[in-house]
């Protein structure tokens, strides 16, 4: 499939412009190039970043806070960066600052856990960018605000429920939602309407979807398209960053990565092509000051990226993936869970550890909440001693959901119900919805190896193992006590001689810090990682492509960050020519020595 390149309008493009995506796909780059574009155009431009791995810093080569600062060589540009976490944390004592001394410590400790999860920091950091949407003052001097990162559907649903707030208040006893007391949200309510009406403006506003030629990621692309349509952001454009074309005819290595991403666009044919859709071809990673930016979207000049020179480097201590399975064997039972970003390859990594395991004689169960089933698809077989469950999240948190609309929800007015309807969609109400089910799968680790894909976070943890906190969601969402298996699960994972944790990412900068997130997150609960899984390496592939060559010698500083600043173990896995499915591919990939040994 064959798109035209992207390239940015300055007479067409909008005031606001959002880039939006998951993780890893180059939302920053792009945000970065449109906006750089725009200033070298005549306009003046405003760039804001919302996300909490931000790298606008290193990528403008400026540094920056959260006041407008010109950047350096862009005359007409300036930039900021919201840290998402510095303005929960001000939400939250703004929220709990005026009950200190009034309530117990316990009670506040409680609530300050309830306010450290996601929706908490999404809606800090739309407290934030609303200021320049939804206030006409704010921003005023400038033609185009250019937003690295989009609020999600959810959050948008939230605040155009916003007048319902009044009447939810006044019936639900507790005064809390998925992101915490909703009274510290109630000053802000015209600026949230005002903000969700211009997104919804197609002549104020233009939504930029940015994926990467992976199925997963074009998934989420079209989720989000699909969720923000139903709220009225029609303006939307699709780019896929990162299209590879390979001139190396012999070159195994590139011409299955060129494969594999187009026919990634091939399953999302109809999607694609139902937006205006534009692509950016793959640069080497790490794009960074105004030359590389400008080479991004400028065809003349991309080829000028791809020219570099070998530098002597020292890789720290890495271990194989066989290794860790070694350790792993080592107490014959106990459970072993993947956490990471998505499209890392957590799935593959707990089934090739699973079915190497279930192979040298253990009794094994794998289990996933995947809701695309990319687990059945990875595994495509049946081994001996494995049995395999699918935790559905949707299931599960339709149940629970249900539940609370029978109870809570049954005495509440139309518009209170449909704000409690809004709190029970949050990313917060799935993770508790699917624990239960978590707990279960983990007792099971007493008597045979149970490998999980994906685990609850840290934030989850906590919030359910403080019985304050846990009782305040009882009586606020009608909940039932906790079966045995909750009650003991964050012992059994805080044993490191029971629960193994991996956190599996790629030698890239989004993914790592996603993890490194993660680890604090967790490090919090009292549960420390058994090892990080570096996955999909390019180091010594021995490719004759020079793009290619180049994003493996981008790999050496971030094996050095996790190595120094993260990790006490690492594990590699080099990237695979064909994607490792079936209980063969999955057992030899398990059994690799050696960095670059092929499967």
């Given at each position: 499939?064959?798109?035209?390149?992207?390239?940015?309008?300055?007479?067409?493009?909008?005031?606001?412009?959002?880039?939006?995506?998951?993780?890893?796909?180059?939302?920053?780059?792009?945000?970065?190039?449109?906006?750089?574009?725009?200033?070298?155009?005549?306009?003046?431009?405003?760039?804001?970043?919302?996300?909490?791995?931000?790298?606008?810093?290193?990528?403008?080569?400026?540094?920056?806070?959260?006041?407008?600062?010109?950047?350096?060589?862009?005359?007409?540009?300036?930039?900021?960066?919201?840290?998402?976490?510095?303005?929960?944390?001000?939400?939250?004592?703004?929220?709990?600052?005026?009950?200190?001394?009034?309530?117990?410590?316990?009670?506040?400790?409680?609530?300050?856990?309830?306010?450290?999860?996601?929706?908490?920091?999404?809606?800090?950091?739309?407290?934030?960018?609303?200021?320049?949407?939804?206030?006409?003052?704010?921003?005023?001097?400038?033609?185009?605000?250019?937003?690295?990162?989009?609020?999600?559907?959810?959050?948008?649903?939230?605040?155009?429920?916003?007048?319902?707030?009044?009447?939810?208040?006044?019936?639900?006893?507790?005064?809390?939602?998925?992101?915490?007391?909703?009274?510290?949200?109630?000053?802000?309510?015209?600026?949230?309407?005002?903000?969700?009406?211009?997104?919804?403006?197609?002549?104020?506003?233009?939504?930029?979807?940015?994926?990467?030629?992976?199925?997963?990621?074009?998934?989420?692309?079209?989720?989000?398209?699909?969720?923000?349509?139903?709220?009225?952001?029609?303006?939307?454009?699709?780019?896929?960053?990162?299209?590879?074309?390979?001139?190396?005819?012999?070159?195994?290595?590139?011409?299955?990565?060129?494969?594999?991403?187009?026919?990634?666009?091939?399953?999302?044919?109809?999607?694609?092509?139902?937006?205006?859709?534009?692509?950016?071809?793959?640069?080497?990673?790490?794009?960074?000051?105004?030359?590389?930016?400008?080479?991004?979207?400028?065809?003349?000049?991309?080829?000028?990226?791809?020219?570099?020179?070998?530098?002597?480097?020292?890789?720290?201590?890495?271990?194989?993936?066989?290794?860790?399975?070694?350790?792993?064997?080592?107490?014959?039972?106990?459970?072993?869970?993947?956490?990471?970003?998505?499209?890392?390859?957590?799935?593959?990594?707990?089934?090739?550890?699973?079915?190497?395991?279930?192979?040298?004689?253990?009794?094994?169960?794998?289990?996933?909440?995947?809701?695309?089933?990319?687990?059945?698809?990875?595994?495509?077989?049946?081994?001996?001693?494995?049995?395999?469950?699918?935790?559905?999240?949707?299931?599960?948190?339709?149940?629970?959901?249900?539940?609370?609309?029978?109870?809570?929800?049954?005495?509440?007015?139309?518009?209170?119900?449909?704000?409690?309807?809004?709190?029970?969609?949050?990313?917060?109400?799935?993770?508790?919805?699917?624990?239960?089910?978590?707990?279960?799968?983990?007792?099971?680790?007493?008597?045979?190896?149970?490998?999980?894909?994906?685990?609850?976070?840290?934030?989850?943890?906590?919030?359910?193992?403080?019985?304050?906190?846990?009782?305040?969601?009882?009586?606020?969402?009608?909940?039932?006590?906790?079966?045995?298996?909750?009650?003991?699960?964050?012992?059994?994972?805080?044993?490191?001689?029971?629960?193994?944790?991996?956190?599996?990412?790629?030698?890239?900068?989004?993914?790592?810090?996603?993890?490194?997130?993660?680890?604090?997150?967790?490090?919090?609960?009292?549960?420390?990682?058994?090892?990080?899984?570096?996955?999909?390496?390019?180091?010594?592939?021995?490719?004759?492509?020079?793009?290619?060559?180049?994003?493996?010698?981008?790999?050496?500083?971030?094996?050095?960050?996790?190595?120094?600043?993260?990790?006490?173990?690492?594990?590699?896995?080099?990237?695979?020519a064909e994607e490792p499915t079936g209980p063969e591919a999955l057992s030899t990939l398990a059994?690799?020595?050696?960095?670059?040994?092929?499967?």
């Amino acid at each position: 499939m064959k798109l035209p390149l992207y390239q940015p309008d300055p007479a067409s493009a909008t005031r606001f412009l959002f880039f939006t995506g998951k993780g890893g796909v180059g939302k920053t780059s792009l945000s970065c190039a449109t906006a750089l574009m725009l200033a070298e155009a005549g306009k003046r431009v405003l760039l804001v970043s919302t996300d909490p791995a931000s790298n606008l810093d290193e990528v403008l080569e400026t540094p920056l806070s959260g006041k407008p600062a010109p950047v350096a060589g862009a005359p007409g540009l300036d930039a900021l960066n919201i840290d998402p976490v510095a303005a929960a944390e001000a939400y939250r004592e703004r929220v709990i600052g005026p009950m200190r001394g009034l309530l117990p410590e316990a009670a506040l400790r409680s609530m300050e856990e309830q306010l450290r999860g996601s929706c908490t920091v999404e809606i800090a950091a739309f407290d934030e960018f609303s200021g320049f949407i939804g206030n006409a003052e704010a921003a005023k001097d400038y033609d185009h605000i250019v937003f690295d990162t989009a609020p999600t559907g959810h959050t948008l649903r939230l605040m155009s429920l916003a007048k319902a707030w009044d009447s939810f208040l006044d019936q639900n006893t507790s005064g809390t939602s998925c992101l915490g007391p909703l009274a510290g949200l109630e000053k802000q309510r015209a600026v949230y309407e005002a903000t969700v009406a211009t997104l919804a403006d197609a002549t104020a506003t233009t939504l930029v979807l940015v994926s990467r030629p992976q199925s997963s990621a074009l998934a989420e692309a079209a989720r989000t398209s699909s969720e923000l349509q139903q709220l009225g952001i029609t303006n939307q454009r699709l780019v896929l960053n990162g299209v590879f074309h390979t001139d190396c005819p012999d070159d195994r290595i590139a011409l299955a990565m060129e494969q594999r991403a187009q026919g990634a666009m091939e399953s999302a044919k109809t999607f694609i092509e139902s937006l205006p859709s534009t692509q950016v071809p793959l640069r080497p990673i790490n794009i960074l000051g105004l030359a590389g930016l400008r080479a991004l979207l400028d065809p003349a000049l991309g080829e000028s990226i791809t020219t570099f020179s070998l530098s002597a480097w020292s890789p720290p201590r890495m271990e194989s993936l066989a290794d860790l399975v070694d350790d792993l064997e080592k107490n014959g039972h106990g459970v072993i869970m993947t956490m990471g970003k998505g499209g890392v390859g957590k799935t593959t990594v707990a089934a090739a550890i699973a079915v190497s395991l279930a192979r040298r004689g253990h009794r094994v169960h794998l289990s996933t909440t995947d809701p695309a089933a990319h687990l059945e698809q990875t595994l495509a077989g049946e081994v001996e001693g494995l049995s395999v469950s699918r935790i559905d999240p949707h299931a599960e948190t339709a149940a629970y959901q249900a539940e609370v609309m029978r109870t809570t929800g049954e005495t509440l007015d139309p518009s209170s119900r449909a704000l409690l309807e809004e709190d029970l969609r949050s990313p917060c109400t799935e993770e508790i919805a699917v624990f239960r089910a978590f707990a279960r799968e983990v007792a099971g680790g007493t008597d045979r190896f149970v490998v999980l894909d994906t685990a609850p976070t840290g934030h989850t943890l906590l919030l359910l193992d403080a019985s304050e906190s846990y009782q305040r969601e009882l009586e606020r969402q009608a909940r039932n006590s906790q079966p045995e298996a909750v009650v003991n699960l964050l012992a059994r994972l805080r044993d490191p001689g029971f629960t193994r944790l991996l956190l599996v990412t790629l030698a890239e900068a989004t993914p790592v810090h996603e993890a490194a997130a993660l680890q604090e997150d967790l490090r919090r609960a009292g549960i420390e990682p058994f090892a990080w899984v570096v996955n999909q390496s390019l180091l010594g592939c021995g490719t004759c492509d020079p793009i290619l060559q180049r994003r493996e010698q981008a790999e050496h500083r971030y094996f050095d960050e996790v190595a120094k600043v993260h990790a006490t173990r690492i594990a590699t896995i080099p990237w695979q020519a064909e994607e490792p499915t079936g209980p063969e591919a999955l057992s030899t990939l398990a059994a690799l020595r050696t960095l670059n040994a092929p499967v």
